[in-house]
T-cell receptor
Framework: DTGVSQNPRHKITKRGQNVTFRCDPI?????LYWYRQTLGQGPEFLTY????????KSRLLSDRFSAERPKGSFSTLEIQRTEQGDSAMYLC????????????FGSGTRLTVV | AQSVTQLDSQVPVFEEAPVELRCNYS??????LFWYVQYPNQGLQLLLK??????LVESINGFEAEFNKSQTSFHLRKPSVHISDTAEYFC????????????FGTGTRLQVTL
């Protein structure tokens, strides 16, 4: 078990470009979560999946954001037409049991929009 | 909805001194409480959690936190800190009902010096 893996670790993009991040959860975990952490702030919930179903989305997840988890395995988070305000650390977590009692976080993808 | 307040953004302390990191929460429903630690350029690691039962919970590396329902607090303490404890510490809460997402505080930077 290698834990939760996120790629890439860092991404620098120009404003207006699209970016996609990938998260590979712990293999037996059926829940997968995305959080965003801006400088000096705690992580903020974006969305979560149980298997392939997206069960909840935060109002923070604007129309430019889309997340998928095909076949209930890895997940992708895409941001279209990036803005400077999208610069943040994007964290993925997974859990076996329902809820955050058994969360394991990945190391995150740091996005910088220039 | 829940919220978490970590009043201290930074706590400087000398090595081997005791430390307390404060956390207060607000919720209209029953909650689970968590402390996470984040080292530079890494994801969050669970330090300890309160789910039910004894209000005093301990971690394997000497930290402890006490759930105080009347004070709506979950302060983190360690009787003697080490240089290696230097990190960002986040308090988080989730409702016991949905238990699907965490609400984090803004974090406290613990800086341990010789």
């Amino acid at each position: 078990d290698t834990g939760v893996s996120q790629n890439p670790r860092h991404k620098i993009t120009k404003r207006g470009q699209n970016v996609t991040f990938r998260c590979d959860p712990i293999s037996e975990h059926n829940r997968l979560y995305w959080y965003r952490q801006t400088l000096g702030q705690g992580p903020e919930f974006l969305t979560y999946f149980q298997n392939e179903a997206q069960l909840e989305k935060s109002r923070l997840l604007s129309d430019r954001f889309s997340a998928e988890r095909p076949k209930g395995s890895f997940s992708t988070l895409e941001i279209q037409r990036t803005e400077q305000g999208d610069s943040a650390m994007y964290l993925c977590a997974s859990s076996l049991a329902s809820g955050p009692v058994g969360y394991t976080f990945g190391s995150g993808t740091r996005l910088t929009v220039v | 909805a829940q919220s978490v307040t970590q009043l201290d953004s930074q706590v400087p302390v000398f090595e081997e001194a005791p430390v307390e990191l404060r956390c207060n929460y607000s919720s209209s429903v029953s909650v689970y409480l968590f402390w996470y630690v984040q080292y530079p350029n890494q994801g969050l690691q669970l330090l300890l959690k309160y789910l039910s039962g004894s209000t005093l919970v301990e971690s394997i590396n000497g930290f402890e936190a006490e759930f105080n329902k009347s004070q709506t607090s979950f302060h983190l303490r360690k009787p003697s800190v080490h240089i290696s404890d230097t990190a960002e510490y986040f308090c988080a809460v989730s409702s016991t009902g949905t238990a699907s997402k965490l609400t984090f505080g803004t974090g406290t930077r613990l800086q341990v010096t010789l």
